[in-house]
């Protein structure tokens, strides 16, 4: 554990109970050198989680946490999967003045574009090729606005893959192994690049 740097993992719907979230969580800690923080927003349950998760809901409980991570360690950076991806342009908005040093999302889900025009921390986007939450339209709004708010972006294209390889792939699956293994790479040396002193 790093007392100076942090990760926090907003997760996707299947929280902490899906297993490749917890080893997500351990090579951030141990490759990119930091602390991650473990928070479980919300337990499986599909019908009602949108309800139980909406921003509304969700947003002053995320925002408290990485508060909390702001007073305890000098640099803090977020990754949000799938459900998470709102929530981690909305902790990088300019407005935020610095509550986060930079941001990355994997296949991110109800994502506005005013969320993606307000972002002021560097920014990287994991985006498969299919994807029914981050649809081609929001891939092209993301790299037309984006790299017009002078800010650091690194936007990276998964062919073949689908929603939710980066948490979720199968690690059977030779393509999928491959993305998962890529985006966590990728994630990785974004936190080192700008959570390292």
Request: glycine share 8%.
């Amino acid at each position: 554990m790093n007392a100076s740097k942090a990760v926090m993992i907003v997760h996707d719907a299947y929280g902490w109970t899906f297993s490749n979230t917890y080893l997500l969580a351990d090579h951030y800690a141990a490759e990119a050198d930091v602390t991650h923080d473990r928070r479980d927003w919300d337990k499986l349950d599909m019908a009602g989680f949108l309800t139980r998760n909406s921003k509304k809901v969700r947003t002053p409980e995320i925002f408290e946490c990485a508060k909390t991570l702001r007073s305890q360690y000098k640099k803090v950076g977020v990754i949000g999967f799938c459900w998470g991806g709102w929530a981690v342009f909305r902790l990088g908005a300019k407005e935020n003045n610095g509550l986060v040093d930079c941001i990355s999302t994997a296949h991110p889900a109800l994502l506005e574009k005013e969320e993606m025009e307000k972002v002021g921390v560097p920014v990287q986007i994991l985006a498969p090729e299919y994807d029914q939450m981050f649809t081609p339209e929001f891939k092209e709004y993301a790299n037309k606005v984006i790299p017009t708010l002078g800010v650091p972006y690194d936007y990276q294209h998964f062919p073949g893959i689908d929603h939710a390889f980066a948490i979720r792939g199968d690690p059977n699956l030779q393509g999928e192994r491959h993305g998962m293994e890529r985006a966590k790479n990728a994630a990785v040396l974004w936190f080192r690049q700008w959570l390292d002193d």
